[in-house]
């Protein structure tokens, strides 16, 4: 894989960019203070990728229903049961704690 530095960006702005990636490379790693930071990439490449991404969260997504891992619910019910599963979850994190009463957004003044 290429490599570019800031400095180099900075004084030769896209040619160092369109150099890294001629000959075929489809991403640049970009380094910053000696640190890889960031990739550059044709968007062609980009927009490729971001289709696997769908693509295997799709997979994924058929899984599940083969799976039989979703529920058929209305949308209140969903609401309800993800507010249950957030209040569950906030017990299972400090079990035998009970939560403070959050304080008032005003303060007295004395």
Known sequence: MAHITA?????????AIEASLAGGRTEAVVSVRGAERYVVMELEHYQHLRECELEAALAESRDDIAAGRFAA???AKHVARLLTMIAGAKTAATPGVKARPRRSAKREVR
Not at 7 to 15: C, E, F, P, S, V
């Open 7 to 15: 400095n180099d960006l900075k004084t030769r702005g896209i040619a």
């Open 73 to 75: 619910e209305s949308p």
